[in-house]
């Protein structure tokens, strides 16, 4: 049984800085590509970032290229989203993500999903 719980979401001014963590229980964590999505609102769930089983393989959408960074720890276990000059169209429910294999989708193709944690960012 995959989970993946998230943490480190909150309340920030804009501008500010939150670090997002997710912790994966996968016994081969090194083999699983990950993700970061999020939902804003009535909205549909968007591609934030990926990274494939390297830390030199990372893929972010084109609104967070410069201001949000991914990361991997693969002893820990945790995939990182750093997340600076946090803008108010940021605010959404960040979701971790998982998919066996060297793919990286920079969709929603991912199989397991944590609970998420939520980014409110005042403007």
């Known amino acids: 049984q995959v989970q993946l719980v998230e943490s480190g979401g909150g309340l920030v001014p804009a501008g500010g800085s939150l670090n997002l963590s997710c912790t994966a229980s996968?016994?081969?964590?090194?083999?699983?590509?990950m993700a970061w999505l999020r939902q804003a609102p009535g909205e549909g769930r968007e591609f934030v970032a990926a990274i494939g089983w390297t830390s030199d393989n990372t893929i972010y959408t084109d609104s967070v290229k410069g201001r949000f960074t991914i990361s991997r720890d693969n002893v820990k276990k945790t995939v990182y989203l750093q997340l600076k000059d946090l803008k108010p169209e940021d605010a959404a429910v960040y979701y971790c993500?998982?998919?066996?294999?060297?793919?990286?989708?920079?969709?929603?193709?991912?199989?397991?999903w944590g609970q998420g944690t939520r980014v409110t960012v005042s403007s």
């Open positions: 993500a998982a998919r066996f294999g060297s793919e990286v989708p920079v969709n929603a193709k991912y199989s397991y």
């Open positions: 996968i016994r081969t964590f090194g083999g699983y590509a």
